[in-house]
C-alpha cells in the first residue's frame, strides 16, 4: 500500500515520459538482480565505477541478457574500496559517463523488481542519479535476500543468532562461490542465494 502510493506522487513528479515504463505492474516471475561497486561507502560523496545486473526469470538466470558496465568516477577512488573490488584507476580509463551509463540500466531493468544484497545502498547510488536526471527514485519493487533469508532462519531457530554476512549465506545455503568479488560475480551469487531461498518450503516472497 506504502509504496502504491508513493509511486502515485513519485509518477506526477516525472520529468521525462519516455521512462513511464518504470511504473507498470512487474511480471511476477522476472526479476532483475544487481550490484555496484564504488569508490567508498557514503551514497552522497562517493561515486559508482561499476554496475553488473543479470535477468531472472522462471528461477533461471538468464545469461544471454547481462548488464557489465564500468563508470570514470568523479571521486577518488577510497584505497579500502579497491581492497574489496580490485578496481583500480587505470582500469576505469576507458570506462563511460554515468549518464550514460544510468539510461541503459534503466532500459534494462525496466519495470522489473530488484533484487540484491546489501540492497539499500545500491538503491541510494542508482538513486542518486537517477533523482536529478528524471526527478523521481527508483519505483521499482525491492527484495533485499538477507531479509528472505532471516525469515526463513528465524523460523527454524526462532531464538538463535542468526548470521547475515554473504559468505555464511552461501554456504548455508550451498551455493558455490565464484571467486572473484566483482559487482557481475556478486549480482550471479546473489541471483543463486534468491532463486535457492524462493523454492524453498515454506519461503514467501512477498
Known amino acids: 500500500m506504502f509504496r502504491s502510493i508513493k509511486n502515485y506522487f513519485n509518477k506526477k513528479k516525472l520529468k521525462d515520459n519516455k521512462y513511464l515504463f518504470l511504473f507498470d505492474e512487474p511480471n511476477d516471475e522476472e526479476y532483475v538482480c544487481f550490484d555496484c561497486e564504488t569508490t567508498g561507502l557514503n551514497p552522497k560523496k562517493d561515486d559508482i565505477v561499476s554496475i553488473g545486473a543479470v535477468i531472472i526469470k522462471n528461477n533461471t538466470i538468464v545469461s544471454s541478457k547481462k548488464f557489465v ?106 551455493i558455490p562461490s565464484l571467486g572473484k568479488h566483482d559487482a557481475y560475480n556478486d549480482a550471479i551469487m546473489t541471483s543463486m542465494i534468491f532463486i535457492k531461498l524462493k523454492n524453498l518450503p515454506k519461503v514467501k516472497i512477498n
Open 69 to 174: 558496465k564500468f563508470v570514470k568516477p568523479k571521486t577518488k577512488l577510497q584505497a579500502d574500496a579497491i581492497k574489496i573490488h580490485h578496481i583500480r584507476v587505470c582500469d576505469l580509463e576507458d570506462a563511460e559517463d554515468i549518464n550514460t551509463v544510468i539510461e541503459e540500466f534503466l532500459e534494462f531493468i525496466g519495470n522489473r523488481t530488484l533484487v540484491g544484497y546489501f540492497l539499500e545502498f545500491d538503491i541510494a547510488m542508482i538513486n542518486k542519479y537517477v533523482k536529478p536526471k528524471l526527478g523521481i527514485t527508483l519505483p521499482n519493487k525491492t527484495l533485499e535476500v538477507s531479509a528472505i533469508y532471516h525469515d526463513y532462519k528465524i523460523e527454524i531457530i526462532p531464538q538463535g543468532h542468526i548470521d547475515l554476512r554473504f559468505n555464511t549465506i552461501m554456504s548455508e545455503l550451498q
